[in-house]
């Protein structure tokens, strides 16, 4: 799930000042095969990948339609456009897409998720297992993981994928066409209509609320200065994340900065009108 479906467009075309991607030379020559009416890449670790996303169906349905939505509007958005087709990884994107929401997973045993981390994060660091631990995997170098881990891990955090490299754009704007909006010019309308027809959207929302909520109670902490927090206050009783935010961390800083220099004046600059 990506915040807010800010599709920049215009961020996508002009404003990147990462070096081009290097594509992978087996890019060049991958399978593909159609689902839902879009044709996409075929090769093994695209198939392994969606084969694992696959344990999802009977346990979080929302997120295997998800996840498979976010990955085929992606590529029929660039299946639309020849040069940018030719510019993206599109079984990085493949991957990074089908994976993005693997610590979404709330089996007690998940092997996706460390309790430690924002889910994110610890999808990231998950695809990025998967694609090591793969027979294939070696084909990944170092930029191609990283390309994953940031496309993943950043998915939330407003505007920074904007500037990166277009593969990691990519994957974090396939996961914007989820967002509630008018459907996009990048996609043609046949392809909205194939893909929600047989990956439905009918309980994104709640199951997202629902998966967003859990993490507040079982692992309060993680959600602490993101916006996950917000579903803590809202719906869990005792969750309080006052005492945690970075907020918090400067007020005491104020207290302990007066006691050290109780001397300094501190003069505040002009304020805004
Ligand atoms: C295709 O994508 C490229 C790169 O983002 C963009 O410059 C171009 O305008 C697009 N073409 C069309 C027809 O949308
Ligand atoms: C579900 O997906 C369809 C097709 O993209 C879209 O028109 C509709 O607005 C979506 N519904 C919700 C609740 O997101
Ligand atoms: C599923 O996708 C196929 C194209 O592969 C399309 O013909 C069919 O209508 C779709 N199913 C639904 C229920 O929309
Ligand atoms: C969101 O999820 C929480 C936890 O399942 C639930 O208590 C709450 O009612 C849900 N909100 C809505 C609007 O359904």
Redesign the pocket.
């Known amino acids: 799930m990506k915040f807010a479906g800010v599709i920049s467009t215009l961020a996508l075309a002009s404003t990147s000042f990462a070096a081009p991607s290097k594509r992978s030379c087996a890019a060049e020559t991958l399978p593909t095969t159609v689902i839902a009416g879009v044709e996409v890449v075929d090769s093994q670790i695209v198939r392994d990948a969606h084969e694992l996303v696959k344990e999802f169906i009977p346990l979080q349905p929302y997120l295997y339609n998800h996840l498979l939505r976010t990955w085929l509007l992606g590529a029929a958005a660039l299946n639309n456009n020849a040069t940018l087709k030719a510019s993206v990884d599109l079984e990085l994107h493949a991957v990074g897409s089908l994976l993005h929401d693997l610590a979404w997973d709330q089996r007690d045993d998940s092997p996706y998720n460390s309790h430690a981390y924002r889910f994110e994060i610890d999808s990231g660091v998950s695809a990025v297992d998967f694609v090591k631990n793969h027979p294939d995997g070696d084909k990944w170098d170092a930029v191609r993981l990283e390309k994953l881990y940031d496309g993943i891990s950043l998915q939330t955090i407003i505007g920074v994928a904007d500037f990166k490299n277009i593969d990691v754009q990519w994957i974090v704007h396939s996961i914007g066409f989820e967002f ?1 909006q008018p ?1 996009s010019p990048l996609i043609p309308e046949q392809f ?1 209509d194939s893909v ?1 027809g047989n990956f439905t ?1 009918s309980t ?2 709640r199951g997202t609320n629902d998966t967003f909520t859990r993490f507040a109670v079982k692992d309060p902490e993680t959600t602490y200065n993101t916006f996950l927090a917000v579903f803590g206050e809202e719906y869990v009783p005792g969750y309080q994340e006052k005492g945690h935010r970075l907020f918090d961390l400067i007020q005491g800083g104020i207290a302990l900065e007066l006691g050290q220099y109780p001397d300094v004046p501190f003069v505040p600059i002009a304020q805004v009108a």
């Open positions: 509630p459907r909205y929600q959207n994104l929302f």
